[in-house]
């Protein structure tokens, strides 16, 4: 039901949040909405420049909950860090990536037929998980929401 597309993908700088929440959309949904409110209003106060969609980085997910980074891809992350907000860089290098139409609470679906594409295509997963949310929710109806899945890879 899913196919991916093999990319090289450069690293971006990003500001993060790490958070995590408990099963189901509705506590990931207000913990991000926090996560992100944060991180806006911590790159206004530092003059930072968004450059992409917003995205989480998994850490790891399972019937208790969700661990993640909230991020948000910037111009430049040089702007001092605090105990909550920290800076980094996306992944960089060999990955797949997936693209999911539909609510955010079917992501789930779309990621685990991407791992099994990807088990029988012979890849072997080599890092966190990323999400990118392409389309702006407050703005577009959920079935037709965007989201791209990117997998590190070897």
Do not use: C
């Not at 991180?39 to 909950?65: E, H, V, W």
């Amino acid at each position: 039901g899913v196919s991916g597309e093999a990319v090289t993908v450069a690293p971006r700088p990003i500001y993060f949040v790490s958070a995590s929440s408990g099963p189901g959309a509705e506590s990931a949904k207000a913990v991000l909405t926090e996560a992100y409110s944060k991180l806006g209003k911590y790159l206004g106060d530092n003059g930072l420049t968004m450059q992409g969609a917003p995205l989480t980085i998994t850490t790891s997910y399972d019937k208790s909950g969700w661990k993640f980074d909230a991020a948000i891809p910037v111009d430049r992350n040089n702007a001092a860090t605090r105990d909550d907000i920290q800076s980094g860089a996306t992944y960089g290098g060999t990955a797949v990536q997936f693209i999911h139409v539909g609510p955010y609470d079917k992501l789930s679906d779309t990621i685990t037929k991407a791992e099994a594409w990807l088990s029988v295509q012979g890849y072997k997963m080599t890092g966190r998980l990323m999400d990118e949310y392409i389309s702006d929710p407050g703005k577009t109806p959920p079935d037709q929401l965007q989201t791209k899945v990117t997998i590190p890879v070897q």
